[in-house]
């Protein structure tokens, strides 16, 4: 079942917020990202350049034993791009 683990609250360098939301479904160890702004109007994700100049986004469960550690990473990512975490809020910890 895919569930809302947490979601960050994100800014490139001319101060455009937006938000991401991380879902993850450990039955079938998939990941998946929604980027919206405060209007609700949703970006892709290849917006945020992640990978680039850090590491890729996660795209499976398997090599995280925690919420916890898949949200760390997924932070690392998007500092790595053009955007920048600003806040952050893990809502299941617990797998």
């Known amino acids: ?6 979601k960050f609250e994100i800014a490139d360098s001319f ?4 938000s991401l939301k991380v879902f993850a479904n450990r039955e079938e160890g998939t990941v998946g990202f929604s980027l919206t702004n405060k209007s ?19 795209d499976n469960t398997y090599e ?3 919420n ?3 949200m760390e990473a997924v932070k690392e990512a998007v ?3 053009v955007c920048k975490v600003q ?5 299941i910890d617990v797998i």
Do not use: D, V
Not at 40 to 58: A, D, E, V
């Open 40 to 58: 609700g109007t949703s970006f892709s994700i290849s917006n945020m350049q992640c990978g680039w100049r850090g590491p890729h986004l996660p």
């Open 79 to 81: 500092n790595g791009g």
């Open 1 to 6: 079942m895919r569930q809302l683990i947490g």
């Open 15 to 18: 101060g455009n917020k937006k």
């Open 64 to 66: 995280y034993p925690t």
């Open 87 to 91: 806040e952050e809020k893990l809502f």
């Open 68 to 70: 916890k550690a898949l």
